[in-house]
């Protein structure tokens, strides 16, 4: 059984910072790509970052500058220091990752509960 786990979000004020995790665990052969996505009321879900197992990274133009994505594969956990933040960064942000659970499957999509970052003052 494979979970991720997400935490760091919050209430902060505009200009703010916060640090989001996402730990991954359970039986787990290896982690490849790992991204975070938002879903803010009424809008579809978008991806805000993602690394691959190569620390490859990728961000939407929104948040470039302002969000730095990082992970730590000893831990299979991956970050969102998010910093300089605006209210329209308000939403509910997911973890994904895709995950081979052995050497002999191929990678499986996995999503995290989420978690709420608000930005008001």
């Known amino acids: 059984q494979v979970q991720l786990v997400e935490s760091g979000g919050g209430l902060v004020q505009p200009g703010g910072s916060l640090r989001l995790s996402c730990a991954v665990s359970?039986?787990?052969?290896?982690?490849?790509?790992m991204g975070w996505y938002r879903q803010a009321p009424g809008k579809e879900r978008e991806l805000v970052a993602s690394?691959?197992?190569?620390?490859?990274?990728h961000y939407a133009d929104s948040v470039k500058g302002r969000i730095t994505i990082s992970r730590d594969n000893a831990k299979n956990t991956v970050y969102l220091q998010m910093n300089s933040l605006k209210p329209e960064d308000t939403a509910v942000y997911y973890c994904r990752s895709y995950i081979q659970t052995d050497s002999s499957t191929p990678d499986n999509n996995y999503w995290g509960q989420g978690t709420q970052v608000t930005v008001s003052s």
């Open positions: 690394i691959t197992s190569g620390r490859f990274t």
């Open positions: 359970g039986s787990i052969f290896r982690v490849n790509f």
